[in-house]
């Protein structure tokens, strides 16, 4: 026992965020254990946060949601990991090892304050998830304003593929992104952060980027490259991109051989990073090949130019006409101080072709051809031209000499157009200006005359087998010569490097030829010597060239600064996710830029390229299809100013340890679109319910307005599909979702309420399952009040008018006539599903799972699965609605409590604050932070005027402003005035005081200061954001918020919470399984309880029950139980025992039991109400009269005992249930027939059960059953509530007439026993308990929770809790559920040896008080009482909320609300300068 | 009477219930929606904690107009303290008429924490009713005699 002690971890992990793991943390972490609440999304809120209202009560459900939100977010002892998943779970109950990994968020939740400024820059939209696609959001974003974590995120999905495929590694996603946002200076700088020459590669790129780009997979790929080209252009025309910053010198120089793209870009890098560059150029101009090289009708020089200058202003220095070897060599570099080179000369020497003749004059190399011509020196060409070659340096050759004046050029290249190198687009330029180009064909002899070239003698070629390149190689055709005239032969078949400097250090070369340096880090053989390049790699592209300076100014920074040259350096390209094409993105062809007319082309070298216009521009980029989803262009970088993003973030995998788990994953809406028929996907007016829901909601994508997508008009006709993905044996799952039939009739009644009258609504349906507590009324009030029309049908198709996008429904009634109906709009009512991630995890984890892939339960209770140790509640254990999810996740906490007691409190922690200086008497001496939020509030509010304004203000003796004041070290500075100035009061204008304030309470309280001493001016949210375009009047709102503030804090007074001791004891009201469960569930977790029971022995309905639907044994139960609760020393047991008097509050109730005459009485910290209810008994159907009517619990009595009652049984349902005087369903009754029914016909197949009924509420798994009994022959035969079946008895006969609603027939029929399935009703006392207890019941006496949805188990008075049939109708699992449950939330109170009382709550000026009671009756809670020997109200701290109601109601003026007194909010008033 | 300045802005009181309206204000706030800067907001735990004499000393002291929102029937984290308020509001208002207040001065509304929209909406519809109206001047001392630039 010492030893397993010693083992258990008292910490739990919860998988799943949601309402249900929420609330499971929240009662773990309060019951003493530390959580590791883990939630695969950025925010914790699950699909609750998504809904609009809930049913039955209509309450907003963010409104209730929120506050848990915080609450849970912000617990001490809850560890909320978002973005996070549970890979695997090992080990066994007490201690277990979980792999977590957390995936990365991008944005460092320590520093992000949710201001949403990246989001604002963010260009990238993506369909908005949470709006389950209906709106948009960017790739940075936060699901919901509540989230929390208050943080943002980025979607990102790796990086798309133009990025990846860029040498130099330029984020093309993120500019083509911001152009499409209008945003080309941004364009341009972020460009430039990977490559210095924008303009110059957006004209001679060979793009790869475009080659990878995914829109080439739908029509054509973005014009990446000349989008490039475009920003440049516009950005330098008009002078407004600003030069990047350099870092300060480091005063360490560095020289750069080569003033071609790779020496530039070198450099570029090198003097950002703060070194003195110098670049050494042979030539007398800079720029290498890109001057030199390429004809200004490609690459005008002016473009050059202006890329080099602004690299030049870097401070760059280029030493034109210094060649290395010539004019300098490698150690004079090192003598003149330079610490490191990188030689990027380039390839500028022309192969020699190799042939007889070449000579001869008139025979020029391509690249001297094109040097001598772009540095403007004298050169001739002849009338017809003759290029040698099929590279960009032959095209480019060619084509100048057109421009030169020749009359006829041809080119000669020796393979197929396929293979030809030069880049496509400018070969079939070159083609359109009447360049001739002859495949296949190869020189092998210059003709000359007189040593003058007259033309080629040629060969014709064919393609053999290929190469080491992976070309076919060309092979000469013998006997195929002939000759080619032309007065000029200009070879370009290749360059090499010059390396005739490298005499001084051979060892650098490759065999003299290239350059030789290692492949990554393009380090020579010589220490400080870097080479890349065409000089190393041959002859490549521009783009290449700047990636190899790239590289090398890294390299080059880490050896100067002497790290390692390859440590965390990724070399090979990353591996790529990218999802697939989007199939509904219309085909769009690229945008056309325009050239320069054929007839204007040749007569110069004027640019042949035209950029596009800047609605172009926009256009072409609008087509990306933002593959990355989040595209890098590092906009929100830039606008963070708390520094919070973190592009480079990676995912975390992390081990931790815990005793127990909770599953909680929630559930996965059906997917409707594979049920072609009804059109859900294809016509834009068919949604799914959950769409409905953010369509129907005020924050939603059309802001509440209920409208149709198609076209945002408000729709007239909706119609309602029913069961979509549910009872459908064979397209979906054959179970019923439970919730459905609720969250419809919700849904129709809110969209009516909105669109107010004049909208239509039919509801298509099988059965109504309004079967929970108060649903029934609800489906009333849908029909009778608001008008919703019922269809009993099945719908078989939709179809959409494509005039105006109505559908069409075709639908079967229920008598088989088939109908068509016209709507505007069509909602398909979507089922539940288990996620397939979660069961995955289960499967791993070893999880029985059934048939549906639902958690198997291994108990009565659902939240036990087949793992000790790990639990399950929510929708992962079956379809279920909130308030039973909620339960269940409270009685999961109290399976882990009863696992894990032992350890309680052992790993979570108290935070200790300072002692509290005395600020009483003390002249209020207030500290004002006003909050610039980055630009929120600053941007529009002037903060500098608003602190000056402060500081004018009573009692204020500090104000300053702050970047951001909620900010950790702001939070430090703040503690640090206050010591420093002796605060005693401190205001902050900022946000709200809904998410910040606790914030701020911590820090002053950090300082010794009361937390009440704190008051907040929400400048933000009530100035800067809903006034933007009105500064001034924004100021002074902001002016006068402040002063109100200023005002309430002089008057604030500290507010003790005193501790109130907790009797840890429970007692437990009613000995049925509920109430035996509860008192279990206290001994096991180590609490002494006490169990009354009214009767003289326990057991209460389970002794009448044989066994459960799904096969529980309840004669086995029952005695389990009680043998259990008899033999535990921590419950005592009162049988025969009647409660004569509660007393008392949270943590202090003493109860007065009359038991069998004598008085007992204890004292006990909280209450278990399970008192139970019991079958109706019947008036109706000679019930009573005739002995062969009985009850449905009845005839199960009588099987157990295996008595057939007869060979013909029919059964009538919802026998005093929904009914007048009864407005509600039993809920059990449909279940106990199917279960009767199924066991008759096991007894005697030849039986013949008929069962009568109004709507089968087999709800969730039960569905099965009821299936299970159709197929086994059981009849069934609804009947209409107008129409009720007549039992008559004569003649011994008994004989059952009954109208078939959906025949339409009357039938009659011959019954050996009448069965009725009769309606549960509370017990005659619990109005009594409910008097004693002061808690209240509903119209049907059953006991009224806190809050239907969120506090199931809970009564608005403290320390009080629910289970059972007294909360309402229930299965016995259910109210064993709920009895956990009660215990969960019970424990919460009784795990604390005191709890804290006070801060903001009533309290009483005695000698103002009159006695009268006015508080005491309108205060819900009971937290105010007339004391009857004073005479004067009393506020039990403890009970009380801090509602305020009694003050405002007190005639005398004797009750003040603490925190918000009279005088607070009057000078709050006052302090308006009106 | 009513003196109507084309540059006279209403200046109005807002009371707004800490769980419902306020977050609904802050909604708005989130979500860009603008309104008239006319309105200052007093936060309180309750719309049921709203005690009468807030009101008349908001008018008193130089309020246009007086705007109590709170949460909507069923909603509200108290259980009742919106429907109290209600019922308060109605017995004020009947005083307020009484005394010669245009009913239109002091409204009460119900916004949610989901209604961002529908605050940015009120304080709108409020501060042109107010607007309409023109300065109050019935609670002020002296008022009938007070001009305003």
């Known amino acids: 026992m010492a030893a397993d002690r010693k083992n258990k971890v008292g910490a739990a992990l919860v998988v799943g965020g949601g309402i249900a793991g929420m609330q499971a943390s929240l009662d773990l972490a309060e019951s003493g254990f530390y959580v590791y609440l883990v939630e695969k999304s950025p925010s914790i809120g699950g699909t609750m946060a998504r809904l609009d209202k809930t049913f039955p009560t209509n309450d907003c459900a963010m409104c209730i949601l929120s506050p848990k939100l915080v609450e849970c977010g912000r617990h001490l002892n809850i560890e909320s990991l978002t973005n996070a998943e549970v890979l695997d779970i090992e080990g066994t109950e007490g201690q277990f090892k979980v792999k977590i990994r957390q995936n990365p968020r991008y944005i460092d939740l320590s520093k992000c304050t949710g201001c949403g400024d990246c989001e604002k820059a963010c260009p990238v939209r993506v369909k908005n998830q949470y709006e389950y696609g209906l709106g948009e959001r960017k790739a940075v974003f936060r699901p919901f304003p509540q989230a929390y974590p208050n943080a943002f995120s980025i979607e990102k999905k790796d990086r798309a593929l133009c990025t990846v495929s860029c040498p130099a590694g330029v984020h093309a996603q993120g500019y083509v992104a911001l152009i499409r946002d209008g945003k080309f200076k941004e364009a341009v700088r972020l460009v430039k952060r990977n490559n210095p020459l924008p303009a110059i590669c957006g004209r001679v790129c060979h793009h790869p980027c475009e080659a990878s780009c995914k829109r ?102 280029i030493r034109c006409n210094t060649a290395l070897g010539r004019d300098v060599s490698l150690s004079d570099l090192k003598a003149q101080g330079y610490r490191a080179v990188f030689i990027a000369v380039g390839a500028h020497r022309e192969q020699r072709l190799g042939i007889e003749g070449e000579d001869a004059a008139g025979v020029l190399s391509g690249v001297d051809f094109l040097r001598e011509m772009n540095l403007q020196k004298p050169v001739k060409v002849g009338e017809s031209v003759l290029v040698i070659g099929g590279g960009n340096v032959a095209i480019d050759a060619a084509r100048s000499a057109l421009r030169l004046g020749a009359k006829k050029v041809t080119i000669l290249y020796r393979r197929s157009r396929a293979e030809m190198p030069a880049n496509e687009h400018e070969v079939e330029e070159a083609q359109r200006e009447g360049i001739e180009i002859q495949f296949l064909t190869a020189p092998h002899r210059v003709i000359a005359e007189n040593g003058v070239a007259r033309g080629l003698e040629c060969v014709r070629m064919r393609l053999g087998k290929p190469d080491a390149s992976g070309r076919r190689r060309p092979e000469p055709i013998p006997g195929s010569l002939f000759t080619v005239a032309g007065d000029t032969i200009i070879s ?21 030829r290239w350059l030789k340096a290692d492949p990554d880090t393009l380090e020579t053989s010589v220490p400080g010597v870097f080479a890349g390049g065409d000089a190393v790699t041959g002859p490549a592209t521009v783009v290449e060239a700047v990636a190899a300076g790239k590289r090398a100014a890294e390299s080059i920074l880490r050896y100067l600064e002497g790290r390692d040259l390859r440590e965390d350096r990724v070399f090979d390209k990353p591996h790529m996710v990218v999802g697939d094409v989007p199939k509904e993105r219309a085909r769009e062809a690229r945008k056309k830029w325009p050239t320069l007319p054929l007839s204007e082309r040749l007569s110069g070298f004027a640019e042949v390229e035209l950029p596009y216009t800047a609605e172009q521009a926009v256009a072409e980029a609008s087509r990306c299809l933002d593959c990355g989803v989040c595209s890098e262009c590092l906009e929100c970088e830039a606008a963070c100013r708390a520094n919070a993003v973190m592009h480079d973030d990676e995912p975390v995998i992390r081990e931790i340890e815990v005793g127990a788990v909770v599953l909680c994953p929630g559930f996965e809406a059906f997917d409707p679109s594979p049920l072609t028929q009804y059109g859900y996907g294809k016509y834009k007016n068919v949604v799914t319910s959950l769409e409905f829901e953010r369509i129907l909601s005020a924050s939603g994508p059309y802001e509440g307005h209920v409208v149709r997508p198609s076209d945002h008009r408000t729709p007239k006709r909706i119609a309602f599909v029913q069961c979509i993905g549910s009872r459908d044996v064979k397209e979906a799952e054959s179970y019923c979702s439970s919730v459905c039939c609720m969250y419809a009739i919700k849904e129709a009644v809110i969209a009516k309420e909105h669109v107010s009258g004049d909208l239509d609504i039919t509801i298509f349906f099988m059965d109504m399952r309004a079967y929970g507590k108060d649903f029934e009324k609800y489906y009333n009030r849908a029909r009778e009040e608001h008008g919703v029309r019922f269809v009993r049908a099945k719908v078989y198709g939709v179809e959409e008018d494509r005039s105006n996008q109505n559908l069409r429904v075709r639908f079967t009634h229920e008598d088989g006539h088939m109908d068509t109906e016209e709507f505007d709009m069509v909602v398909l009512s979507v089922g539940m599903r288990p996620k397939a991630d979660t069961v995955e995890l289960a499967k791993r984890v070893g999880l029985h799972l059934d048939e549906h892939n639902y958690v198997l339960s291994s108990g009565v209770a659902a939240v036990a699965t087949s793992t000790p140790g790990i639990f399950v509640s929510g929708a992962f254990a079956g379809p279920k609605d909130i308030p039973e999810t909620v339960m269940e996740a409270s009685a999961a906490a109290a399976a882990v409590g009863s696992v894990l007691a032992p350890e309680r409190f052992t790993r979570v922690s108290a935070k200790q604050y300072p002692k509290e200086r005395d600020v009483r008497n003390k002249r209020p001496r207030i500290g004002v932070f006003v909050c610039h939020c980055g630009i929120n509030i600053g941007g529009v509010v002037r903060v500098p005027e608003i602190v000056e304004y402060a500081r004018t203000l009573p009692y204020v003796v500090y104000a300053e402003e702050n970047l951001y004041t909620c900010s950790q070290d702001t939070q430090d500075k703040i503690k640090a005035l206050i010591e420093e100035h002796d605060l005693n009061r401190i205001v902050v204008a900022s946000c709200s005081p809904r998410t910040h304030e606790p914030l701020f309470q911590q820090t002053i309280r950090e300082a010794g200061l009361n937390p009440y001493l704190f008051e907040m001016a929400n400048i933000r949210d009530q100035c800067s954001w809903v006034h933007m375009h009105e500064p001034a009047a924004a100021t002074r709102k902001a002016k006068d918020l402040v002063a109100m503030a200023v005002a309430k804090a002089a008057r604030l007074e500290p507010l003790k919470r005193h501790k109130v001791p907790v009797i840890q004891k429970a007692m437990v009201i009613g000995g049925g399984p509920a109430g035996m469960t509860a008192a279990l569930g206290f001994a096991d977790q180590g609490y002494p309880v006490y169990l009354v029971e009214r009767e003289d022995s326990l057991g209460g309905n389970l002794k009448k029950l044989a066994k459960s639907l799904e096969g529980t044994d309840y004669k086995k139960l029952l005695s389990e139980l009680v043998d259990r609760v008899s033999n535990n020393e921590l419950v005592t047991v009162y049988t025969g025992a009647e409660i004569e008097a509660i007393d008392g509050f949270v943590g202090n109730f003493k109860t007065t039991l009359s038991v069998r005459g004598e008085k007992v009485s204890f004292e006990h910290g909280a209450v278990v109400v399970a008192t139970g209810g019991k079958e109706y008994e019947p008036t109706e159907y000679l019930y009573g009269t005739d002995d062969r009517v009985m009850t449905q619990t009845q005839l ?92 008559q008895a004569l003649d011994g006969r008994l004989t059952v007439r009954v109208h078939d609603a959906v025949s339409g027939c009357d039938a009659e029929m011959d019954a050996d026993c009448v069965v009725l399935g009769a309606a549960i009703v509370p017990h005659d006392d619990s109005k009594a308990v409910a008097q004693l207890l002061k808690v209240p019941v509903n119209d049907d006496r059953f006991f009224l929770e806190a809050h239907v949805k969120l506090r199931p188990v809970d009564f608005a008075t403290d320390g009080v809790f629910v289970a059972g049939l007294a909360h309402a109708p229930k299965t016995v699992s259910e109210s064993i559920s709920q009895a956990m449950a ?18 903001i709550v009533a309290s009483v000026i005695e000698n103002r008080c009159t006695g009268c009671g006015a508080c005491e009756q309108l205060c819900v809670f009971s937290a105010i009482r007339v004391n009857p020997d004073k005479k004067v109200a009393e506020v039990e701290s403890a009970v009380c909320k801090g509602c305020g109601s009694c003050a405002a109601n007190c005639r005398c003026g004797a009750i003040v609300l603490r925190g918000f007194t009279e005088e607070q909010i009057l000078a709050e008033v006052a302090a308006l300068p009106w | ?112 924490a989901a209604e961002g929209q529908k605050f940015a909406q009120v304080i709108k519809e409020v501060t042109e009713t107010v607007k309409e109206l023109g300065p109050s001047v019935k609670l002020v001392k002296g008022g009938t005699a007070r001009g305003r630039a």
Not at chain 1, 1245 to 1255: C, G, H, I, K, N
Not at chain 1, 1382 to 1399: L, M, P
Not at chain 2, 74 to 101: P, S, T, V
Request: proline share 7%; net charge neutral.
């Open chain 1, 492 to 512: 370009a078949i290749g360059q090499v490097p010059d390396l005739s400097f490298a005499d001084e250090a051979p060892e650098i070369t490759d065999r003299g």
């Open chain 1, 1382 to 1399: 009660a215990v969960g939330r019970a424990v919460t109170v009784i795990s604390k040896e005191s709890i804290e009382a006070g801060g």
């Open chain 1, 1196 to 1287: 199960e009595q009588r099987l157990a005992k295996g008595a057939l009652p007869g060979r013909r049984v029919v059964m009538i349902q919802c026998v005093g249930s929904r009914e007048p005087e009864r407005p509600y369903c039993s809920r059990v009754c449909c279940g106990q027939a199917v279960k009767n029914a199924l066991d008759i016909l096991a007894a005697d197949p030849s039986a013949e059960v008929t069962v009568l009924y109004r709507d089968m509420r087999t709800y969730g798994l039960k569905e099965d059953y009821y299936r299970a009994a159709r197929e086994a022959g059981v009849t069934f035969i609804r009947y209409d509530d107008q129409a009720k079946p007549v039992v």
């Open chain 1, 216 to 317: 080439g997979l739908i029509d054509d790929p973005i014009a990446i490259c000349h989008l490039k080209r475009f920003i440049a252009d516009y950005e330098y025309e008009r002078g407004v991109c600003v030069d990047p910053e350099p870092k300060p010198s480091r005063g360490v120089k560095v020289a750069v051989v080569g003033s071609g793209p790779a020496g530039l870009t070198c450099a570029y890098d090198l003097a950002l990073e703060g070194f003195d560059v110098t670049v050494f150029e042979a030539l007398p101009v800079a720029g290498g090949m890109l001057t030199v090289g390429i004809p200004p009708y490609r690459l005008p020089k002016d473009v050059i130019r202006a890329e080099i200058g602004a690299i030049e202003r870097l401070g760059v220095e």
């Open chain 2, 1 to 112: 009477m009513v003196n109507k300045e084309a540059n006279w802005e209403p200046r109005i009181v807002a009371f707004l219930c800490h769980w419902c309206s306020y977050a609904g204000a802050d909604l708005a706030g989130i979500s860009r929606f603008q309104y008239p800067p006319n309105v200052r907001v007093i936060r309180v735990p309750c719309s049921g904690s709203i005690n009468p004499i807030f009101i008349l000393k908001a008018l008193q002291r130089g309020a246009d107009g007086v705007l109590v929102s709170g949460c909507h029937p069923g909603d509200c984290h108290y259980l009742a303290g919106n429907l109290l308020a209600r019922r308060r509001f109605l017995l004020l208002k009947n005083l307020l008429e009484y005394m010669g207040i245009e009913p239109g001065r002091v409204q009460f509304s119900w916004v949610s």
